[in-house]
């Protein structure tokens, strides 16, 4: 098993720039495909990114690609989301996610609580 902890959100204008965090604990990250997901208010989950095992690949959602960058350390056993040029619609809880699947997850197994991302015009 994982545990996924979130952090890094808060809030800032527009055009302006966050870098989340998601620390695993109890297996190394590289174990898992990861994701990031974001959730606004009254609207269903939606993916935002996501990374394959030992990070042979990044695939972005269209809304994101160009301005967020999926990375890892695996010193720190933690992934990031840097996420540039913020727009108003970026607002949304973001939740870090671990799946157990080859290639391009269909479901992910573990999740973090979330980190709220409020972005102001």
């Known amino acids: 098993q994982v545990q996924l902890v979130e952090s890094g959100g808060g809030s800032v204008q527009a055009g302006g720039s966050l870098r989340l965090s998601c620390a695993a604990s109890?297996?190394?990250?590289?174990?898992?495909?990861m994701g990031w997901f974001r959730q606004a208010p009254g609207k269903e989950r939606e993916f935002v990114a996501a990374m394959s095992r030992i990070s042979l690949w990044i695939y972005y959602a269209d809304s994101v690609k160009g301005r967020f960058t999926f990375s890892g350390d695996r010193t720190k056993n933690t992934v990031y989301l840097q996420m540039n040029n913020l727009k108003p619609e970026d607002t949304a809880v973001y939740y870090c996610?671990?799946?157990?699947?080859?290639?391009?997850?269909?479901?992910?197994?573990?999740w973090g609580q979330g980190t709220q991302v409020t972005v102001s015009s």
């Open positions: 996610a671990a799946s157990e699947e080859n290639g391009l997850p269909s479901s992910y197994d573990y």
């Open positions: 109890g297996r190394t990250f590289g174990s898992y495909a």
